[in-house]
């Protein structure tokens, strides 16, 4: 199964930016909804951010706790999905995924249909 990449995670302070990158093969980005998905140690994955294909509604869902914070995009040139995160807290501290989730149909409930899921990067807000 192809896998997606994840990058752009690293540390930053608490109020702080970060933009990370998920890129995917031309076989999959102009055909699936794309998800962020986060996880900590010890704690259940958090579906993040969904965004639909082009095609379809083109829709951009979001987290409650990061809705305002957070926004999903595409790029069809470079077949990257981008979430841009804002205001980060201590909270947000996770690691990150991204997946393909048919029609942003399982990302807020955790992911359970998602597939193609990349190798994560790490997000650390600390002061």
């Known amino acids: 199964q192809e896998q997606l990449v994840e990058s752009g995670g690293g540390l930053v302070q608490p109020g702080g930016s970060l933009r990370l990158s998920c890129l995917a093969p031309?076989?999959?980005?102009?055909?699936?909804?794309i998800a962020w998905f986060r996880q900590v140690p010890g704690k259940e994955r958090e579906g993040v951010s969904c965004?639909?294909?082009?095609?379809?509604?083109?829709?951009?869902y979001y987290a409650d706790s990061v809705k305002g914070r957070f926004t999903i995009s595409r790029d069809s040139a470079k077949r990257t999905v981008y979430l841009q995160m804002n205001s980060l807290t201590l909270d947000d501290t996770a690691t990150y995924y991204c997946?393909?989730?048919?029609?942003?149909?399982?990302?807020?409930?955790?992911?359970?249909?998602?597939?193609?899921w990349g190798q994560g990067t790490q997000v650390l807000v600390s002061s």
């Open positions: 997946a393909t989730d048919l029609f942003c149909g399982s990302w807020s409930t955790g992911g359970s249909r998602a597939q193609n």
């Open positions: 031309e076989s999959i980005f102009d055909y699936y909804s």
């Open positions: 965004i639909s294909t082009p095609t379809s509604d083109g829709g951009a």
